[in-house]
């Protein structure tokens, strides 16, 4: 099978913009989790998304958001893009939601100048 | 809140000698323990993971242990080698979704 992917790797943005990044899991899955990760903070959870449905939402401003679509495939946004926004986004998918096992994608690189 | 700790966030060991790893949580209702190495630029990947129902558990030379009373999980890598050089994370679970909390990591150096 496939691994989780996410689209696109690198990104370069100013502050103020807006960024939409997009993440396919693994054939099957229908969990999608996002993840930040910074030398400073570490690994943070953001939100999960199973069935189309936000079920669980981390510690971060309204300005990060997300969805899912019915093939089970996910986008994180974040509006208003500031210079701490920099930093890798991870996805994670998962069979379902509470199935424990979580496999990341190779992240997308996000800079903000 | 919840919170896990992990130390030491850097260990350097000789090839051939082991390496532990000790993580600390704070939540008794998480009930999932992921260990993810993370090589310099690639994605985290799982080696390993325990759960609440069990002590202990073992993949070659590697294993995981539990103690649910002092809330403490730890990774042991036996024979290490240059190739276990990487970031490690520990991570705890809970609530019957998919959030991990992740420890700050442990960079290990393996040194020949």
């Known amino acids: 099978k496939a691994g989780v992917t996410q689209t696109p790797r690198y990104l370069i943005k100013t502050r103020g913009q807006q960024v939409t990044l997009s993440c396919s899991p693994i054939?099957?899955?229908?969990?999608v989790s996002w993840y930040q990760q910074t030398p400073g903070q570490g690994l943070q959870f953001l939100f999960e998304?199973?069935?189309?449905?936000?079920?669980n939402k981390g510690n971060f401003p309204g300005r990060f958001s997300g969805r899912q679509f019915s093939n089970s495939r996910s986008e994180m946004n974040v509006s208003t893009l500031e210079l701490g926004d920099s930093a890798l986004y991870l996805c994670?998918?998962?069979?379902?939601?509470?199935?424990?096992?979580?496999?990341f994608g190779p992240g997308t690189r996000l800079l903000v100048l | 809140g919840e919170n896990v700790e992990q130390h030491p966030s850097t260990l350097s060991v000789q090839e051939g000698d082991s390496a532990v790893i000790k993580c600390t949580y704070s939540?008794?209702?998480?009930?999932?323990f992921p260990w993810y190495k993370q090589e310099l630029g690639k994605r985290p990947q799982l080696i390993i993971d325990?759960?609440?129902?069990?002590g202990e558990k073992k993949d070659q030379r590697i294993a995981v242990t539990l103690n649910k009373t002092a809330k403490h999980f730890s990774l042991h890598i036996t024979e290490t080698q240059p190739e276990d050089s990487a970031v490690y994370f520990c991570?705890?679970?809970?609530?019957?979704?998919?959030?991990?909390?992740f420890g700050a990591g442990t960079r290990l150096a393996v040194h020949p």
């Open positions: 994670a998918s998962s069979l379902s939601t509470g199935e424990e096992t979580q496999y």
């Open positions: 054939s099957g899955h229908r969990s």
């Open positions: 998304y199973f069935s189309e449905t936000q079920r």
């Open positions: 939540d008794s209702a998480s009930n999932y």
């Open positions: 325990i759960r609440s129902n069990v």
């Open positions: 991570a705890s679970r809970g609530g019957g979704y998919n959030k991990l909390i």
